[in-house]
């Protein structure tokens, strides 16, 4: 694919379509990998995934491995998974505890803050040899309500300001813990063999719910297909600016602490019979029960996570036409036990390798992938919806009805933003 | 997690003992089932409680308080068997073609009237030009009810159950 002779990374991204050499050329993405993962806020943990001291995950910043620690005093630290001495990786397992990192190779020994403890054999080296020197390589590291974000870069701007009205939109989804905070439940990971952007949009893209899961919908009971009808509760998409963007789809369910006193949905009547009989309050049985139900909007995160209604949902592009997704299941933290099971069976039924949502979303991708080789110069579409519905966004964003592209629209703009430097 | 007698009928079961040549008759007649995808056939090899468990943890002691590829109970593989013949789903129409064997089998514990059988699964599978083979540890737990045997519980551990996995449009 030679249809980009030049650099000029601005001309293929245009209000309402962005060229399919975004989806196919391999050295825009290691521009991209470049001018956007190492240059924004990338998240790499949700802090319940690391609660303990000395607990740690393994996560990427783009295509960099890292290492989320939290030390002994609580702090969280973002560590290039990688060796000072030779390089080697120092934790390949996924999640732990441990107070110290050992390099497998030489043994080099680290701190979970990074510093250098150890060094076998160290008369081999010269005197002025200075530990201090190889500390494994620290990322900036900053976090909003538990999402836990780091960055490359010293200079750009703090992740709360990153975010901007982005964080409404996360304190609205934490309220999924009813109260008792939000904890990972566990995670499916697969790829797809399509481009990142492909993925990012998808979160954003209320349109193809209907067609897509047309199966996940006819699984549903009567009442839970209607609360599910995407496209007809009058929702719509804001631009929240800086590439993120909040899909509601079920206005009813974007704060989950109002309209407590609604009829429990008769799906959720054992569950709430069971909460009432472990002693709960009326009003507690309420509040857990609308909490376990899930949110109703997609908040996505430009450039690799969306708070997608029930879980976290994290891209890692893997190459120009690779993608890893982890859509992480969420839960209350120390909530009762009937409420994160329940929970855990939403999630399976929709997410996963053999949901009944995402393996039809990931054929829709790698179809989209495989459709894009053809055509020599097409362009992707975004121009669905560029009206915004009256009375909806907050004033001065741009926003469109529910099933409009702005989101992907407002994904682009800050593409571009990064991409023509 | 394999205990014969915790879903048992004593009252109505048939308590000849089920020997191995009788399981992996089974085992092979459901294996082909599933490469045809010949799904209603399949639904009614099932115990009424019986669970279907593609777990994503590999040492759970519970799957149902764990987070699980496919933890099904009746009324979800009906609703698994409804989608996959839909002609709705993009990932399951048309599916991925896929050749199973099942062997390296063993009896881990026998008891009248039932049996609980681990075995080693290799499936081969192809779609858009693309070969891909996945295996698992397989534990099936077989129970006689009158002249048949039934499927009371069956466990796919993938080998790569807590990895990247693709989105797979078929049941193994």
């Given at each position: 694919m030679t249809d980009v002779a030049v650099e000029d990374y601005a001309a293929l991204v245009r209000d309402d379509r962005v060229h399919t050499s975004l989806y196919r050329d391999a050295a825009i993405f290691e521009a991209e990998m470049d001018r956007i993962f190492k240059n924004s806020w990338v998240w790499v943990a949700h802090a319940s995934e690391i609660?303990?001291?000395?607990?740690?995950?393994?996560?990427?910043?783009?295509?960099?491995?890292?290492?989320?620690?939290?030390?002994?005093?609580?702090?969280?630290?973002?560590l290039l998974n990688r060796c000072r001495h030779r390089a080697a990786s120092i934790c390949e397992a996924r999640k732990g505890k441990s107070s110290v990192f050992v390099c497998p190779y030489h043994g080099w020994s680290y701190n979970v803050d990074g510093s250098l403890r150890k060094v076998p054999y160290a008369e081999g080296y010269r005197?002025?040899?200075d530990k201090a020197e190889f500390s494994l390589v620290s990322l900036r590291t900053e976090d909003y309500n538990g999402?836990?974000?780091?960055?490359?870069?010293?200079?750009i701007q703090p992740l709360a300001e990153y975010l901007g009205p982005a964080r409404k939109w996360i304190d609205l989804f934490m309220k999924q813990g009813a109260g008792f905070g939000v904890k990972a439940l566990g995670e499916h990971r697969f790829r797809f063999p399509g481009n990142w952007k492909i993925q990012l949009e998808n979160t954003t893209d209320a349109y193809h719910f209907p067609i897509v899961h047309k199966t996940f919908l006819s699984s549903l009971d009567e009442e839970t297909e209607n609360l599910m009808d995407v496209l007809g509760q009058g929702g719509w998409v804001e631009d929240l600016g800086n590439g993120h963007s909040v899909m509601v789809m079920i206005p009813d369910l974007i704060d989950l602490e109002d309209n407590l006193h609604a009829p429990i949905p008769e799906r959720f009547a054992d569950l709430a019979a069971e909460l009432a009989a472990e002693g709960h309050a009326d009003d507690q049985v309420r509040r857990i029960v609308r909490a376990v139900g899930g949110s109703g909007f997609n908040l996505n995160l430009f450039p690799n996570v969306a708070c997608s209604m029930a879980f976290?949902?994290?891209?890692r592009p893997i190459s120009v036409e690779e993608t890893e997704i982890?859509?992480?299941?969420?839960?209350?933290?120390?909530?009762?036990?009937?409420?994160?099971?329940?929970?855990?069976?939403?999630?399976?039924?929709f997410q996963g390798p053999m949901g009944f949502g995402t393996p039809d979303d990931a054929e829709g991708w790698e179809r989209v992938q495989r459709g894009a080789q053809a055509g020599d110069d097409l362009w992707i579409m975004l121009n669905r919806g560029v009206e915004a519905p009256e009375g909806r966004a907050a004033p001065g964003h741009n926003a469109g009805d529910v099933s409009a592209e702005t989101g992907m629209r407002a994904a682009y703009q800050m593409w571009k933003r990064m991409m023509a430097v | 997690m394999t205990t014969l007698t915790e879903t048992r009928n004593p009252a109505s079961a048939d308590l000849a003992p089920i020997g191995l040549v009788e399981a992996q008759a089974f085992v092979w007649a459901e294996a082909e089932l599933l490469d045809r995808h010949d799904y209603l056939p399949w639904l009614a090899l099932w115990t009424e409680d019986g669970r279907y468990i593609i777990p994503i943890e590999r040492d759970a002691d519970d799957y149902a308080a764990v987070l699980n590829i496919a933890y099904d109970d009746g009324e979800m593989r009906e609703a698994r068997v409804k989608r996959l013949r839909s002609g709705f789903s993009m990932s399951s129409a048309p599916p991925a073609r896929t050749v199973r064997t099942v062997s390296r089998f063993v009896v881990e514990t026998s008891e009248p009237g039932a049996l609980v059988l681990r075995a080693a699964q290799i499936i081969v599978e192809y779609k858009y030009t693309r070969t891909r083979t996945l295996a698992a540890d397989v534990t099936y737990r077989l129970v006689r009810e009158g002249e048949r045997l039934l499927l009371d519980r069956k466990v796919v551990t993938l080998i790569n159950s807590d990895d990247t996995l693709h989105g797979i449009g078929y049941l193994f």
């Open positions: 609660a303990d001291r000395n607990s740690y995950k393994t996560s990427y910043v783009g295509r960099q491995p890292v290492i989320v620690t939290r030390d002994k005093d609580g702090q969280v630290h973002v005197d002025d040899f999402m836990i974000f780091a960055t490359f870069r010293e200079d976290f949902r994290v891209l982890q859509h992480i299941a969420i839960g209350m933290d120390g909530g009762p036990e009937a409420g994160n099971r329940m929970r855990m069976r939403l999630h399976e039924h | -």
